[in-house]
């Protein structure tokens, strides 16, 4: 079938038009929007305040890039995770409570028994600075005084001596001439070494449970059953049955307001 000579014309010319327009790109209103301009440039200025907000700004980014390693090396949260780990270890239940479990409470936890501390650093350092009140150096000083004390409490003199001796510092006269640098070293193996005391413990009884079962298995000549998949009933049993996590919190929670 064949198409009229005049028919024909008509196609090839809305052919030949939507090729110009799709050639030139001006089909219709939103395909000739400009597109933005990103232009970064760095200017010099003659106001000092201005470069200071700005190393101020890079100094408080780096900051918050630290706060992990904070809330690990000068909370209660390096003993409280160590702990909550070896009980799931001894308990013998692989990953359950999950990781996530175990960091969720003890995130809480440190929240818990650090509130005091936090409510002297807004007290003395937070809400004086931003009252203008304070300068950002005794802003920092008045922040960090609860937490020496804090550190301080919870740290082994001799924990403390070493690191005092390694850093080549003469003997210290008060605890307001320890530095950080010698401070959170020290704080975080003696938190290291509390935490490992408090596991012992855990395991004793969890260890016992499974050398009977071992034992019971092996004189009953049954060398091909795991003792574990016996045992670990009975450690869950043991665990429920003493309120475990109550006694493990409150332990936890007790070692910290005795320090």
Do not use: C
């Amino acid at each position: 079938m064949t198409l009229p000579t005049d028919k024909k014309r008509v196609l090839l010319l809305i052919f030949l038009t939507a090729l110009a327009v799709a050639i030139t790109g001006h089909a219709g209103p939103a395909a000739a929007q400009p597109l933005p301009g990103i232009d970064l440039n760095v200017q010099p200025t003659d106001e000092p305040a201005q470069v200071v907000n700005t190393v101020k700004i890079l100094l408080l980014l780096t900051l918050l890039s630290l706060v992990p390693a904070f809330l690990l090396m000068m909370t209660s949260f390096t003993r409280i995770i160590v702990v909550l780990s070896l009980l799931r270890s001894a308990v013998g239940t692989q990953q359950t409570p999950p990781n996530q479990v175990l960091i969720g409470l003890a995130l809480f936890l440190t929240i818990f028994i650090m509130a005091p501390v936090a409510r002297q650093v807004n007290e003395q350092a937070v809400q004086p600075y931003l009252a203008n009140q304070i300068s950002q150096q005794q802003a920092w000083d008045s922040a960090y005084a609860p937490l020496r004390k804090f550190m301080l409490r919870q740290t082994r003199e001799k924990d403390l001596a070493l690191f005092v001796k390694l850093s080549g510092r003469e003997k210290l006269r008060n605890e307001q001439d320890v530095p950080a640098g010698v401070l959170i070293p020290a704080f975080v193996i003696s938190e290291l070494k509390t935490a490992f005391q408090i596991g012992f413990m855990i395991y004793v009884p969890f260890l016992v449970i499974d050398m009977v079962v071992a034992s019971t298995l092996m004189s009953m000549g049954m060398f091909m059953l795991p003792p574990v998949m016996i045992s670990l009933p009975f450690k869950i049993l043991l665990f429920v049955m003493v309120d475990g996590w109550y006694l493990v919190v409150k332990t936890l929670v007790e070692s910290f307001q005795g320090g």
